[in-house]
């Protein structure tokens, strides 16, 4: 198997300075692993539906889930949400401080709160009291649409400055009274003002975890250009301890991009990766249609293999060698290889099977159905 | 209209210190607005096909094209292409130097060339002398999975060093020839490689300007994952001047992703800009098919208008109100906002429609079917 593609450089990255919190078993920050969340687009009414949910996400990656809690009708089936899922849940509230306590006391392992909307900061001295006396982690999280009422007419301060300073203040309100189980999130629409402020909080809050996100960042297409550009150009520089892609669409796709960020960035693969070719004039295969028959059919395994799909002469023999299997397609036909090394010539019909033949080959069915680097 | 989200600060970007050049009337470099490129998929010899096919590009923005010459064959297609384009052609040439020489005279707006795959820098050079008579710019083309015989064992270089210095030893052959009009590339299939390949040449070679893109960057979802962060980054740090989205997918996804790109980057803008929410357990409407029907719309308008689909109080009024156009959901309602100020509830059927009536006010009906920030 070729070593991970992305190794490591540079200083010791932001993120492995950051206090370690245990969100329901899953550690977050202090260079844990960087960790997928997302969240339910269901009403906790529906429990069965939202389990269903919390289930089939998990099995695509997803390690902490966030649930709405709207008002107090919701809270029993939050309840019950919480004690059935297989991953720990966290409480979105807004509003009303009432609710974030009693999610606290029916099972929710994380908090996620801006004091900016809770009404006074008397009402946020109520959560922090019964978080710490329960061991619950909060994340305080400021978002451009919602900013606190000191902060929405600072002409003095850029968008990402009034964001970060918002959440200090907070912050510091929080250690004040002895509190230090926080997350930060700082989200914007915008990608520039998103990065410039986690960049001013991981300065000045070194050692508090950060959750990123671009927020609102729209359909499948637009959110994960956003997510993508704005996430992992943090997580290149090494901040962010765990994140949310945020789309206008099934949680399930947020689930997905998260992955192929954290692959795109280097930190953590789930399963191959496909390197393929854009096509042009010079390919006589049809290598969109075996690109995509390929990547259906790695959905099944579970290694971090890297296969190569390659149009033509010019850069196939070079990708299809340096990775784990690859072909590399002439007029009709494919030279498959396995480990650096050519094997065979196909014709084009039978490349899909041939590369799912070697990966089988080089893959121990250890019935294993998630694979992680780093 | 709202101001461009991003406003450019810190330092004087890199790529206001290339050189700039002319590709059949398009400038690259030296701070001309980042150009989006594509490449087509079709052989030349389906001239008609390539024709039809760069005219629907350059409807959805595409701005330079691309043409693999694979073979003597293609040179007369290839003729009548750039003869009948309305778009400045790029011929792709690898390993016979004569196609290069032959599609300069047949009128390619540039030459893409990795002279590691020429053969030999005598055929290089006779490649030089073509176009420095002719003033047609080149790209050189340097690419992890071709990389020159001279580099791939280098075991003392790590993969960006590699592709740097090769880069940066054909630069220098050209240069003592007297030849300048160059645009460099170095592309691998690994976000980090690209990206710190692209850091090098930016630091090493400040004058010359840079075409950036992660090859083989596989399917469309992956791809666009991986371009939008590797691109998107360099971007965001200033450097490069044109760049090629590689997607496994119809060309007019790359050129579709290319601008969602500049879009995130806050570099330019073609059309309107979608803020909506994830939708959650508060969403009290079918946001993402509110969502879904706006977008679809949208793509009649050409104004660089923000509009905000939110789904409920949270963050609603706030994205609302900043938007141009925005509605602000309820329990099967929405509040509409123009230009900051509420204008009045609608029911969840009506919301798209108010939207684009909304939207259509704020738009001077002046025909004009590209907008453009920057």
Redesign the interface.
């Known amino acids: 198997m070729a070593a991970p ?2 190794p490591a450089s540079g200083p010791r990255p932001a993120r492995e300075l950051t206090c370690r919190l245990d969100v329901g078993g899953v550690p977050v920050g202090g260079g844990a692993p960087v960790a997928v969340q997302s ?6 009414a529906d429990t069965e539906g939202c389990l269903a949910a919390i289930s089939e996400l998990a099995a695509a990656g997803c390690e902490i889930i ?5 008002d107090a009708a ?1 809270l029993p089936s939050f309840e019950a949400i919480c004690a059935s899922s297989c991953l720990p849940v966290v409480a ?1 509230i ?2 009303d401080h009432r609710l974030a306590i009693e999610a606290c006391r029916r099972g929710a392992a994380k908090l996620r709160i ?1 004091p900016g ?1 809770i009404g006074s900061m008397a009402k946020v001295d109520a959560v922090i009291e019964e978080c710490g006396s329960r061991g619950i982690p909060v994340r305080i999280g400021v ?5 606190h009422a000191d902060y929405v007419d600072r002409t003095d301060l850029t968008l990402p400055e009034s964001l970060a300073a918002s959440a200090e203040a907070f912050v510091a309100h929080f250690h004040e009274r002895g509190f230090d189980q926080l997350v930060l999130s700082a989200k914007a ?5 998103t ?1 410039a402020a986690y960049r001013l909080l991981a300065a000045r809050l070194p050692n508090v975890p950060l959750h990123l996100g671009v ?5 499948l ?6 997510s ?3 996430i ?2 943090l997580l ?1 520089e090494g901040i962010g301890d765990t994140f949310r892609v ?6 399930q796709d ?1 689930v ?2 998260a992955w ?2 954290l692959a ?3 930190l953590r693969r789930r399963g191959p ?11 006589q295969v049809d ?2 249609r075996i ?2 028959e390929v ?1 259906q059919r790695l959905h099944a395994v579970s290694e971090p293999l890297t296969v ?3 149009g ?1 002469a ?6 299809a060698r ?1 990775a784990d299997v690859g072909v590399a397609c002439g007029r009709g036909k494919g030279v498959v290889f396995s480990g650096g090394k050519i094997l065979y010539t196909v014709d084009e019909a039978m490349i899909a099977d041939a590369l799912l033949d070697e990966i089988e080959r080089r893959t121990p069915s250890d019935g294993a159905n998630v694979s992680v680097v780093s």
Chains 1, 2 share one sequence.
Do not use: I
């Not at 966030?66 to 709207?70: E, F, L, Q, T």
């Not at 927020?215 to 359909?219: L, V």
């Not at 945020?246 to 949680?251: E, I, K, N, V």
């Open positions: 593609p992305h969240m339910l687009s269901l009403p906790t966030r649930v709405a809690v709207p919701s979105d807004h509003f801006n909307t978002n451009a649409g919602s900013l629409h915008s990608v520039r003002a990065v927020t609102e960042a729209g359909t297409m637009q959110g994960t250009v956003k993508a550009l704005g992992g150009t290149l945020s789309l206008t669409a099934p949680p947020e997905s991009v192929q960020v795109a960035a280097g990766e496909l390197v393929s070719c854009p096509t042009c004039g010079r390919c290598l969109e690109a995509s990547e190569a799909v390659m033509c010019v850069n196939g023999p070079g990708e340096g």
